[in-house]
Antibody, heavy 119, light 112 residues
């Protein structure tokens, strides 16, 4: 079964750093991109960016460029999303999703990681 | 403000046919395929329609997609109570920076 399993919920303070993870299984991890999608409380889906795990090439949405870093470790089939300095406005659910090369077909999705940033 | 425009809400009674629209431009829907996602309450989104009108295995044929010019539509026939969810369209957008993924703002479907 193709599966993406994300790390657990996080509660952080403003200014702290954070890295969340997304582990793929049941398929060749380097044959598909991984995208990250943000969903703020009560709001819609926003694409943040994607990574090609085979060569770690990344592409970011202009809205998120410079605010987050996407990386991957193909040896353990895991992609990451990280922040160096969190803000309260980063409070959201974050999903990873598998993406066939050059398509917008996100399937499957991870279960989501809730990040809460509060002082 | 989302790049793709969807109505914020839609509704129907059990058994009815409902359509949800998704409007874009020449840089996204007009030149790329459209995908639809269903998000049931409290769960992760799920792929519903890909490449404008293709259903993944396991998706009932009550769900269908279409595209014309810079707009796309999702149709749900024989509406059921379990179809109550948020629905999102998505497509590539050919920007100056290359290709970005854009989503619609989402449509909340209520089964009356």
């Amino acid at each position: 079964e193709v599966q993406l399993v994300q790390s657990g919920a996080e509660v952080k303070k403003p200014g702290e750093s954070l890295r969340i993870s997304c582990k793929g299984s049941g398929y060749s991890f380097t044959s598909y991109w991984i995208s990250w999608v943000r969903q703020m409380p009560g709001k819609g889906l926003e694409w943040m960016g994607r990574i090609d795990p085979s060569d770690s090439y990344t592409n970011y949405s202009p809205s998120f460029q410079g605010h987050v870093t996407i990386s991957a470790d193909k040896s353990i089939s895991t992609a990451y999303l990280q922040w160096s300095s969190l803000k309260a406005s980063d409070t959201a659910m974050y999903y990873c999703a598998r993406q066939p090369l050059a398509m917008v077909t996100f399937d499957p999705w991870g279960q989501g990681t809730l990040v809460t940033v509060s002082s | 403000q989302s790049v793709l425009t969807q109505p914020p809400s839609a509704s129907g009674t059990p058994g009815q046919r409902v359509t949800i629209s998704c409007s874009g431009s020449s840089s996204n829907i007009g030149s790329n395929t459209v995908n639809w996602y269903q998000q049931l309450p409290g769960t992760a989104p799920k792929l519903l329609i890909y490449s404008n009108n293709q259903r993944p295995s396991g998706v009932p044929d009550r769900f269908s997609g279409s595209k014309s010019g810079t707009s796309a539509s999702l149709a749900i026939s024989g509406l059921q109570s379990e179809d109550e969810a948020d629905y999102y369209c998505a497509a590539w957008d050919d920007s100056l920076n290359g290709k970005d993924v854009v989503f619609g703002g989402g449509t909340k479907l209520t089964v009356l």
